[in-house]
């Protein structure tokens, strides 16, 4: 089992700053892929950044530029700082890990951008 513990959301002006971190914890070896999702009220959840173990990565084309995704696997930790924030991008924030077989999910984190 994986543990994710998210931290760091909030309340922010639009064109403000926010960092998110994700804490992961357990039998966190093999863990390939991790990640951010997001889920507005009435929408469905959908992928925001991702990173390998590898180091590569993958944005929503919305966040593209203003979104950076980061991991220390060392830590077991991944970020998602995110600048230049705009109303739309509230929503609640989810981590996510994935094994070869298995994913995992925190509890979200909510974000809002007030314009």
């Known amino acids: 089992q994986v543990q994710l513990v998210e931290s760091g959301g909030g309340l922010v002006q639009a064109g403000g700053s926010l960092r998110l971190s994700c804490a992961a914890a357990g039998i966190i070896f093999s863990i390939r892929t991790m990640g951010w999702y997001r889920q507005a009220p009435g929408k469905q959840r959908k992928l925001v950044a991702a990173?390998?173990?590898?180091?590569?990565?993958n944005y929503a084309d919305s966040v593209k530029g203003r979104f950076t995704i980061s991991r220390d696997n060392a830590k077991n930790m991944v970020y998602l700082q995110m600048n230049s924030l705009k109303p739309e991008d509230t929503a609640v924030y989810y981590c996510?890990?994935?094994?070869?077989?298995?994913?995992?999910w925190g509890q979200g984190i909510q974000v809002t951008v007030s314009s």
């Open positions: 996510h890990a994935e094994k070869l077989r298995d994913d995992y």
């Open positions: 990173v390998t173990s590898g180091g590569i990565t």
